[in-house]
């Protein structure tokens, strides 16, 4: 084990460890980075295959309304103008996403105009008027009706969660974008694209001037690393850190199937959901669309949602009422480690703060803690 002392220890070599390693080193500051897996990069991460740049752990489309946050992404790489545009597949028919004209023509071709649109929607949803939607399902058909809900969101959320949408909570959905205009452009914000040669780049200029070690679990000697540096930032399992004593903490997990076909062109876009429980896979993703790499073959991946169960990799955290409980008792036995003499103790990042990040939430909050922290 190293014997240097750092001014911080950050376990997981993620997004959110990345941009405090390298808010330090900007300060003099030591950082030690610890990362379980073979790579550093977390959920981002990249790997060039074929010529092209591939997703390993899923899409990731980086976008934000904050100039400060998008000029500090492209302060580690150039970033291209690709706009998220994703469709959906059900049973064979096409739809676009998000929901917006084009979608609402599709599904009833006698609906042209916005007030046409509106009105359809309006007459659907007219079943939860004066009620409060107390589930998924009852939130979606408040917001876009009955018909887009039966099409597009009740089977593919239900495949996505492993749960009715009668049993999750309303909130999951109050983003979902709902548009009057023809346009899919899947994002609001102002700033959006790719980094033209992947994510990974980033990260590792993120993380130039911090001792890293990858292969490493820091749970497996826990009080010898909490020894090393005056502040510990743990990106991990917040239950994992305390040993699950309250209970063990619910996600979601994905399986991801990749292969390269011998086709220039496989699907036509980069991201395809597929929202029927018919197809067994959320999505497939064509990664050579994200750059609109030209050449003779395409990387592809289909991507399974599948139950978690402990030693499986976490990627969404179940918000619902059991595990939001659970998650506050963990937030006070987390509020209490200073006491027991070890280093002061910061639970960050999507695991840590079982919470759903984008990536340009991820930054915000990451320079946020680093700003307070340094």
């Not at 379980?36 to 010529?51: C, D, L, V």
């Not at 500090?72 to 004209?101: H, K």
């Not at 010898?224 to 004593?245: C, P």
Request: one cysteine or more.
């Amino acid at each position: 084990m190293d014997t240097k002392h750092y001014d911080l220890l950050l376990v997981g070599a993620g997004l959110f460890s990345a941009v405090i390693a390298d808010q330090a080193a900007r300060k003099g500051k030591k950082c030690l980075v610890l990362e379980r897996r073979a790579h550093a990069g977390g959920n981002i991460y990249t790997e060039k295959i074929h010529g092209i740049e591939v997703h390993i752990y899923g899409a990731h489309i980086f976008h934000t309304d904050r100039k400060d946050i998008w000029e500090y992404a492209n302060s580690f790489a150039e970033f291209n103008r690709y706009t998220n545009s994703p469709v959906a597949d059900y049973n064979g028919y096409i739809y676009n996403l998000p929901f917006n004209m084009n979608t609402f023509n599709k599904i009833w071709p006698d609906v042209i105009t916005p007030s046409q649109a509106e009105k359809r929607i309006a007459e659907q949803a007219a079943v939860m008027k004066g009620r409060t939607p107390a589930n998924l399902e009852e939130q979606a058909v408040a917001l876009v009706g009955t018909d887009i809900y039966r099409l597009l969101i009740k089977e593919y959320t239900e495949k996505q969660w492993g749960r009715p949408c009668t049993e999750l909570p309303p909130e999951i959905i109050k983003r979902l974008p709902v548009r009057f205009i023809y346009d899919n452009n899947y994002f609001n914000d102002k700033y959006q694209g790719i980094p033209i040669g992947g994510y990974t780049q980033i990260i590792e200029k993120m993380l130039t001037r911090a001792d890293v070690q990858l292969n490493t679990d820091f749970l497996a000697d826990k009080t010898n690393y909490e020894k090393m540096a005056d502040t510990l930032v743990y990106t991990g399992m917040i239950d994992e850190y305390f040993g699950s004593a309250l209970g063990n903490l619910e996600y979601r997990s994905l399986r991801f199937d990749t292969e390269t076909l011998p086709v220039e062109n496989y699907q036509g876009n980069a991201v395809v959901n597929y929202t029927s429980s018919k197809v067994p896979y959320t999505r497939i993703i064509e990664h050579k669309h994200f750059e609109s790499i030209q050449n003779d073959s395409t990387v592809i991946t289909k991507e399974y949602p599948v139950e978690w169960k402990k030693g499986d990799e976490p990627y969404y955290p179940v918000n619902d009422k059991k595990n939001t409980a659970l998650f506050a008792g963990y937030k006070e036995l987390a509020a209490k480690t200073v006491e027991k003499g070890i280093p002061h103790v910061i639970f960050g990042g999507r695991l840590g703060m079982y919470k759903y990040f984008d990536m340009d939430d991820t930054i915000a909050a990451a320079l946020e803690l680093a700003e307070k922290i340094l």
